[in-house]
């Protein structure tokens, strides 16, 4: 099968030009102006973006957690990404406290082959490691697992102390690994909720007044000190207040090889979204909350500096009606997490680029080419170049949707509501190319499930 992108503006991290892109099978064969080549197909893509696949590096498909269930698994999911326009994703496989991480990564294998629609790795979330167990880091790298996230957060469920953070870490560093870093002071915080609720404050809302701002700069701080004895790189991931950042800029400036991302809630959703006399709050009840709105400022300011490499979504999505409900009575029950996968690239793009606070270049970069970097899949993933897997988005710049749960063009995702109901955005990815396949085209899916390849990710190979 081959395809011809012919007559579009080729936009990567670093170019910008006019010209035709040739695919033959999985990769892209050539590229050049008006292009001679027999093609089985031709696309036109005129007066479009031609852009790279999104490369999304933090979803939760599947995920047990807090009673129940992330609601879009591993096809319902990648799908929804794939009208969105991210043609990887980089999903987090769990380990049992207990038991090996190996049968954690055997898990995850199970619950994504044969449904994922377009490739996908995974990362390890490290729940305990022991002595006896390091050796299991280097075979998790050895099978294409390259990066880790631990917990400073969730007391008695995912959280681990600093010993557990230094010996793994210790590990990766040697292995040429990096750690993700969920980083809160989940101890305080839990704390500061035992007294919210015996104070009688069950709302919604108390989810975020119960977790300062301090308490993740805290973990930033912490995390990074601790990284940087250890001697491993380290990536804070769903970085949500300026507080936080500091420290990432703080560290970044005394030479720490420190990374990090923030995510489309952070910088278009605030404190005001908890303010509901009803349970409407819960549908954004996720970890870190939502912060005040002046935050969001800091955090463009942190992307167009370089400071914050990337743009995940943390899609970790829950029914409002049969899964938030589980905290009726008490905000600490509400399942954490948010959709967001499917639109990542549209929220960017019309907050950064239409916006006028990121160049078009620096939004491939931030949705797609920055996260293929630390997480090992450059330049297979997260550019388009001769020899590069042929997963292309071609990015209609001009068209307008309004993002709703209503509106088939913006919703394909498996939950009852959307966080960013009513939000209007310029910018669109019409046509999807996963490998060279066609995968979304005039809003109809075309890719199958089982049709995502897992990827084996390379070692850490930065710093960029
Ligand atoms: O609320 C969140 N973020 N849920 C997903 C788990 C995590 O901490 O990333
Ligand atoms: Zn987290
Ligand atoms: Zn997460």
Same mark, same amino acid.
């Given at each position: 099968?081959?395809?011809? +992108? ?15 892109? /040739?695919?033959?099978?999985? &990769? ?13 197909? #031709? ?7 031609? +852009?790279? *696949? ?11 957690? *807090? ?7 591993? @096809? #319902? ?29 055997? &898990? ?18 490290? &729940? ?17 697992? #390259? ?18 953070? /230094? ?10 690994? =990096?750690?993700?870093?969920?980083? @809160?002071?989940?101890?305080? +915080? ?13 709302? !919604? ?7 300062? &701002? ?9 995390? %990074? ?38 995510? !489309? ?39 167009? /500096? *370089? ?18 409900? =589980?905290?009726?009575?008490?905000? $600490?029950? %509400? ?11 549209? =929220? ?10 990121? $160049? ?7 949705? $797609? ?22 997963? +292309? ?10 993002? $709703?749960?209503?509106? !088939? ?11 960013? @109901?009513?939000? @209007? ?7 999807? %190319? ?31």
């Amino acid at each position: 099968m081959s395809l011809l +992108i012919q007559g579009g503006r080729v936009v990567t991290a670093v170019d910008d030009y006019h010209a035709d892109i /040739f695919v033959e099978d999985e &990769t892209v064969a050539l590229i050049g102006r008006h292009l001679e080549v027999e093609a089985d197909r #031709t696309i036109d893509a005129a007066g479009r973006l031609v +852009i790279p *696949g999104g490369v999304d590096p933090h979803t939760h498909m599947d995920m047990p957690f *807090g009673g129940t269930t992330s609601a879009d698994d591993f @096809e #319902t999911g990648t799908r929804a990404a794939a009208f969105g326009g991210t043609t990887t994703i980089v999903d987090f496989a769990i380990q049992t406290k207990g038991h090996s991480t190996l049968e954690g990564l055997e &898990t995850w294998h199970e619950k994504a082959a044969g449904k994922a629609g377009i490739d996908y790795g995974f990362h390890m979330i490290v &729940t305990d490691m022991e002595d006896d167990r390091l050796w299991e880091m280097r075979r998790l790298a050895d099978e294409g697992v #390259t990066s880790y996230k631990m917990f400073m957060a969730y007391p008695g469920v995912l959280y681990v102390d600093d010993g557990t953070l /230094f010996r793994a870490m210790r590990k990766a560093g040697e292995d040429g690994t =990096l750690v993700c870093m969920h980083a @809160e002071n989940g101890i305080v +915080i839990d704390e500061i909720v035992k007294i919210a609720l015996a104070e009688g404050k069950t709302a !919604p809302k108390y989810h975020a007044l119960t977790r300062p &701002t301090r308490m993740e700069a805290e973990g930033v701080h912490r995390s %990074i000190a601790i990284a940087e004895v250890a001697g491993v790189p380290v990536y804070i991931v769903h970085l949500s207040c300026a507080d936080a950042l500091e420290q990432v800029t703080l560290a970044r400036d005394r030479g720490a090889q420190v990374f990090a991302e923030t995510c !489309p809630q952070y910088l278009f959703l605030d404190l005001s979204h908890y303010d509901h006399d009803d349970f409407e709050g819960a549908k954004y009840v996720m970890t870190p909350p939502l912060r005040e709105k002046w935050n969001q400022e800091h955090l463009w300011r942190g992307l167009g /500096f *370089g400071d914050l490499q990337s743009i995940s979504t943390d899609h970790c999505p829950f029914c409002f009606k049969d899964q938030k409900i =589980l905290g009726i009575d008490d905000f $600490s029950k %509400i399942p954490n997490g948010g959709p967001g996968v499917e639109n990542r690239m549209s =929220l960017v793009y019309n907050g950064g680029v239409v916006g006028g606070r990121l $160049s078009v270049n620096k939004f491939v970069e931030l949705t $797609s080419t920055a996260a293929s970097k630390l997480f090992g899949l450059f330049p297979k993933k997260g550019t388009i170049a001769v020899g590069s897997d042929a997963d +292309i988005v071609v990015f209609n710049p001009d068209r307008r949707e309004t993002i $709703s749960i209503d509106n !088939p063009h913006t919703h394909h995702m498996r939950v009852d509501y959307n966080a960013y @109901e009513g939000a @209007e955005v310029q910018g669109v990815s019409e046509i999807v %190319i996963s490998r060279g396949r066609v995968v979304v085209e005039d809003n109809v899916w075309h890719g199958r499930a089982g049709g995502g390849n897992f990827l084996k990710r390379g070692l850490f190979g930065g710093p960029f």
